[in-house]
């Protein structure tokens, strides 16, 4: 097994994803990174997005019709996502559910990897500027 070095544009890559605080896409990082670092490729971005999630530092949230989102929170979670902005956001307050796993394998006999939920919903933010419209 090889481990990855440790370079300055992963650091940035992880930075990025970091100060986002939203679960950012690729693209997201690539325009954090770009203020700073006008120079830097999205062929850079992209495979130090793909390093950090092969090397267990980044998670990939999937987003049905929409672009992959990055989790920098490894511990088991639920996601909420905005159809108004588009923001993904952390639901801890529902406790991860490490049963559900095994019920499902149980009543369907499939294998299951665990378990990714995202609610889908409109942001107390979005509704905010709803109403005042």
Same mark, same amino acid.
Request: glycine share 6%.
């Given at each position: %097994?090889? @481990?990855? #070095? =440790? @370079?300055?544009?992963?650091?940035? $890559? %992880? +930075?990025?994803? #970091?100060? /986002?605080?939203? /679960? &950012? @896409?690729?693209? =997201?990082?690539y325009d954090l990174i770009t203020k700073d670092y006008p120079d830097i490729s999205k062929g850079t971005v992209y495979r130090n997005l793909n390093a950090?999630?092969?090397?267990?530092?980044?998670? #990939?949230?999937? $987003?049905?019709?929409?672009? +992959?989102?990055?989790?920098?929170?490894?511990? #088991?979670?639920? /996601?909420?996502?905005? @159809?108004?902005?588009? +923001?993904? /956001? =952390?639901?801890?307050?529902? &406790?991860?559910d490490h049963t559900l796993d095994a019920k499902v394998e149980k009543l369907t006999g499939f294998k299951l990897q665990p378990h990714k939920i995202v609610f889908v919903g409109i942001c107390p933010e979005c509704l905010k500027k709803a109403k005042k419209s």
């Open positions: %097994m090889t @481990t990855k #070095r =440790n @370079t300055i544009q992963r650091q940035m $890559v %992880m +930075d990025a994803v #970091r100060r /986002h605080g939203c /679960h &950012p @896409t690729a693209e =997201n990082v950090l999630l092969e090397s267990g530092f980044l998670a #990939r949230v999937s $987003v049905p019709g929409g672009a +992959d989102h990055f989790d920098h929170i490894l511990s #088991r979670h639920y /996601h909420m996502l905005c @159809t108004e902005c588009g +923001d993904l /956001h =952390n639901f801890q307050e529902l &406790p991860y």
